[in-house]
């Protein structure tokens, strides 16, 4: 059973930059195609940014040219950098699959808020 871990949340002002991290126990993750979702308060999970086995990367649009999503497969992390911060991407980030149909348990997330 594959477990997750997220990390590397907090809260920045408007602007500004955070971090996030994803190690998985159970699996190799960055063997499979690999997703960072995020759900704000109120609503659905939603798709952020992902990344194949073959590191073709896909966003969201809110995300295009703000955030990146990276792995490192010598630590079997995936990363997801946030840049230019805005209060509306205040949300849970979560880390995952990125085919929903073969979904692992869904990790505790990572809080990120983006507040002055």
């Known amino acids: 059973q594959v477990q997750l871990v997220e990390s590397g949340g907090g809260s920045v002002p408007p602007g500004g930059y955070l971090k996030l991290a994803c190690v998985g126990s159970?699996?190799?993750?960055?063997?499979?195609?690999l997703a960072w979702y995020r759900q704000a308060p109120g609503k659905q999970r939603e798709l952020v940014a992902s990344?194949?086995?073959?590191?073709?990367?896909e966003y969201a649009d809110f995300a295009k040219g703000r955030f990146i999503i990276s792995k490192d497969n010598s630590k079997d992390t995936v990363y997801l950098q946030l840049t230019h911060l805005k209060p509306e991407d205040t949300a849970v980030y979560y880390c995952?699959?990125?085919?929903?149909?073969?979904?692992?348990?869904w990790g505790q997330g990572t809080q990120v808020i983006v507040s002055s």
């Open positions: 995952n699959r990125a085919d929903p149909s073969r979904w692992w348990d």
């Open positions: 159970g699996a190799t993750i960055t063997h499979y195609g």
């Open positions: 990344i194949s086995s073959f590191d073709i990367l």
